[in-house]
């Protein structure tokens, strides 16, 4: 696995994560439940805490994509779609940054049994609703980059395949075997 792989991999957290932290204190105020905003909060707080190190998977990533070995790597891409990927993840990182601030400085007024404050509470869902937008944005440029059809243009033609997609022997038609019959996929036998 390298780094493109997990940037790839893991950005979906952050993106889902805002959204689903959101519901949940929306929900959390809709029912005056303290439990679930602290619980919100909580979550919120830690989506800051994991999403910025993802935002590095991204940076090791465009360095990767840059360059491998020192031998600039064919891109096909254009830099400045890579660069505006890069500026909308800058502000979606500060703005989780932010909300796991606000939600972690409401978890802290709140210690001691104390009620949360409302002001974190709706300070952090708005926050939580904006940094959504911004991470959204962020996922949808980051899909330009190797999805064309996301851009609005014609995907490539197909190139036409001059060797076989698959390089194991197919078997003739009378000598397919059911998969019950295969060791690997037959069930166990029940022992006992």
Known sequence: MNWVHLHLALNHIPVLGALFGALLLAVGLLRRSDELQRVSLWALALLAAVTIPIKFTGDFASEALAAKDGIPARVTFEEKMLSAHEQAADQATTGVFLLGL??????????????????????????????FLLMARTANLGGQLRHPEIRGEAPPAPKEVSQPLTSAPVPPIGLTLPWYSRPALAPAPLIG
């Open 102 to 131: 606000v939600a972690a400085a409401g978890l802290f007024a709140a210690r001691g049994g104390r009620p949360l404050p409302k002001w974190a509470v709706l300070a952090s869902l708005v926050l939580a609703l904006v940094t």
